[in-house]
């Protein structure tokens, strides 16, 4: 279990404007795209639970509005992609994976 400790299982908060179905979409890199969005209102934080059974508590760089409920929002800024990335980061990679449009 000790390579699996850094794999996320879920994100305790979600926009509430962001929600539409019982689970948390993030494409994996190269995508820049917000498939669902965490919620910021904690401080700009939110808690994250992984695999192993540890949560952690992620303080986001950039706000995270979801503006007129749009979902593949490209990131608003280099802060925005940073969160993006490290969210990313703690999800399994795909294997030749090719955004879409």
């Given at each position: 279990m000790a390579q699996h400790a850094r794999l996320l299982d879920r994100v305790e908060h979600e926009?509430?404007?962001?929600?539409?179905?019982?689970?948390?979409?993030t494409w994996p890199v190269p995508d820049d795209r917000w498939g669902n969005m965490p919620a910021d209102r904690h401080g700009q934080a939110g808690v994250l639970s992984f695999a192993d059974g540890h949560a952690e508590?992620?303080?986001?760089?950039?706000?995270?509005?979801?503006k007129h409920k749009r979902y593949r929002k490209r990131v608003e800024s280099p802060a925005d992609l940073a969160d993006l990335r490290r969210l990313q980061e703690a999800?399994?990679?795909?294997?030749?994976?090719?955004?879409?449009?």
């Amino acid at each position: 279990m000790a390579q699996h400790a850094r794999l996320l299982d879920r994100v305790e908060h979600e926009n509430e404007d962001s929600i539409d179905d019982a689970h948390f979409l993030t494409w994996p890199v190269p995508d820049d795209r917000w498939g669902n969005m965490p919620a910021d209102r904690h401080g700009q934080a939110g808690v994250l639970s992984f695999a192993d059974g540890h949560a952690e508590s992620w303080k986001w760089r950039c706000p995270k509005p979801f503006k007129h409920k749009r979902y593949r929002k490209r990131v608003e800024s280099p802060a925005d992609l940073a969160d993006l990335r490290r969210l990313q980061e703690a999800t399994l990679p795909v294997a030749n994976f090719i955004p879409q449009p």
